[in-house]
């Protein structure tokens, strides 16, 4: 499938396009590309990323809070939506 290629950048599209009216098919297809790049983190690279984002919003220093507001100006990959959740539940302290 084409949309495989751009991976978790996808995503949001994907996600409108289900709330859509769709054939059984393209509902099936869409839905199957959301289950690949939504799965608890299997890959070791997402994982390395999820973890050092959680230790940055645990430690909560300025120069964390700083690479996490840098991190959170990304695309819409997970690595940016972990770090602008951790960003934000930050300054809400």
């Known amino acids: 499938m ?3 290629k751009y991976g978790e950048t996808a995503l949001p599209m994907v996600r409108a ?3 859509g009216d769709l054939s059984s098919e ?3 297809r869409l839905t199957l590309v959301l289950g690949r790049h939504t799965k608890p983190d299997s890959d ?3 994982l390395r990323q999820s973890r050092a984002v959680e230790l940055l919003e645990h430690l ?3 120069a964390a ?3 996490l507001a840098k991190l959170a100006k990304g695309g819409p990959a997970r690595l940016t939506t972990d770090a602008a959740g951790a960003a934000k539940r930050l300054a809400a302290r």
Do not use: F, Q, V
């Open 26 to 28: 393209a509902r099936e």
């Open 65 to 67: 809070k700083e690479l």
């Open 44 to 46: 070791p690279e997402r």
């Open 2 to 4: 084409a949309l495989e």
């Open 17 to 19: 396009r289900l709330e």
């Open 60 to 62: 909560g220093t300025p």
